[in-house]
């Protein structure tokens, strides 16, 4: 069973610019959550979306967006980059249980 | 505000020591608690412990979840430098995808 994937998995950009990162689940799960994690902050919950419905968010201004697709593919946008968003970017898909898979991550930095 | 507190943060052994490494938690909900080792990628999930289920074991890992005390322990025996990594404790509130991370405890098990 493959895991999840995300894309890309590096990626530089410059302040101000946005960024579309991708993610798609193991097959079957319908939830989707997102997290950042940095050195100092360690991991932190973004939002989750089940069956294409945000159904949690996490402390982050509206910069951060996400929306989930028929098909249980996600997305989340990062728009207006700062310097502060330069982190990994995981996405984790989830059984009905709530066991959290994460996948690669996708590592941004912002110059 | 909920939070999850991982010790010790740093533990250095030698091949064929045994660990514990330790969680305790305040938050509003409980529904279950995960344990996560993280090398120089994403996390891999260990464990999910909850009410119904407070102790598991695969292989040299085992773990146990203490709801009176609101803790959980992760044990490690016969340690190998392939145990060396971080170990994340989360704790889920909600079966939403909203994991709350402690810091993580750093691993390095030297031959």
């Known amino acids: 069973k493959a895991g999840v994937t995300q894309t890309p998995r590096y990626l530089i950009k410059t302040r101000g610019q946005q960024v579309t990162l991708s993610c798609s689940p193991i097959?079957?799960?319908?939830?989707v959550s997102w997290y950042q994690q940095t050195p100092g902050q360690g991991l932190q919950f973004l939002f989750e979306?089940?069956?294409?419905?945000?159904?949690n968010k996490g402390n982050f201004p509206g910069r951060f967006s996400g929306r989930q697709f028929s098909n249980s593919r996600s997305e989340m946008n990062v728009s207006t980059l700062e310097l502060g968003d330069s982190a990994l970017y995981l996405c984790?898909?989830?059984?009905?249980?709530?066991?959290?898979?994460f996948g690669e991550g996708s590592r941004l930095t912002v110059l | 505000e909920d939070k999850v507190v991982q010790s010790p943060l740093s533990l250095v052994v030698h091949e064929g020591d045994t660990v514990t490494l330790n969680c305790s938690y305040e938050?509003?909900?409980?529904?279950?608690l995960l344990w996560y080792k993280q090398e120089k990628k994403a996390p891999t999930f260990l464990f999910m412990l909850?009410?119904?289920?407070i102790e598991k074991k695969s292989g040299r890992l085992s773990s146990i979840l203490d709801k009176k005390e609101l803790s959980s322990i992760l044990n490690i025996t016969a340690t190998q430098t392939g145990d060396s990594a971080i170990y994340l404790c989360?704790?889920?509130?909600?079966?939403?995808?909203?994991?709350?991370f402690g810091q993580g405890t750093t691993l390095q098990v030297k031959p």
């Open positions: 984790a898909s989830s059984t009905l249980r709530g066991e959290l898979f």
């Open positions: 097959s079957g799960h319908r939830s």
């Open positions: 979306y089940f069956s294409e419905t945000q159904r």
């Open positions: 938050v509003t909900n409980f529904r279950s």
């Open positions: 909850t009410s119904s289920g």
């Open positions: 989360a704790v889920d509130p909600s079966n939403t995808g909203k994991l709350i």
